[in-house]
């Protein structure tokens, strides 16, 4: 088991920033492919963005926060890091932390709490 842990969500303005962090227990965190999911009220879960075990040339994101999320990941620490900028109202989301053995976007094999995030207008 993965046990992962979020945090950093919160409340910020239209334009702003916000670092997410997940942390993973366990002496097996790299070997997994991580990845950030979110879900809207009345919507489905969906992908945000995700890194390879090894986080060095693989990584990966849905087309509405290209160019304003950064995923990474410290191997080091246990920890997978989503680091959102330009947030939009439309970002608002709780935000999961995901674990695959092979790949997020086709398998995810524990997730996390979740952690809310909201971005006024």
């Known amino acids: 088991q993965v046990p992962l842990v979020e945090s950093g969500g919160g409340l910020v303005q239209a334009g702003g920033s916000l670092r997410l962090s997940c942390a993973a227990s366990?002496?097996?965190?790299?070997?997994?492919?991580m990845g950030w999911f979110r879900q809207a009220p009345g919507k489905e879960r969906e992908f945000v963005s995700g890194?390879?075990?090894?986080?060095?040339?693989?990584?990966y994101y849905t087309d509405s926060v290209k160019g304003r999320f950064t995923i990474s990941r410290d191997n080091a620490k246990n920890t997978v890091y989503l680091q959102m900028n330009s947030l939009k109202p439309e970002d608002t989301a709780v935000y999961y932390c995901?674990?695959?053995?092979?790949?997020?976007?086709?398998?995810?094999?524990?997730w996390g709490q979740g952690t809310q995030v909201t971005v006024s207008s």
């Open positions: 995901a674990a695959s053995k092979f790949d997020v976007r086709v398998r995810v094999d524990y």
């Open positions: 366990g002496r097996t965190f790299s070997s997994y492919a």
């Open positions: 890194i390879s075990w090894s986080g060095s040339t693989s990584t």
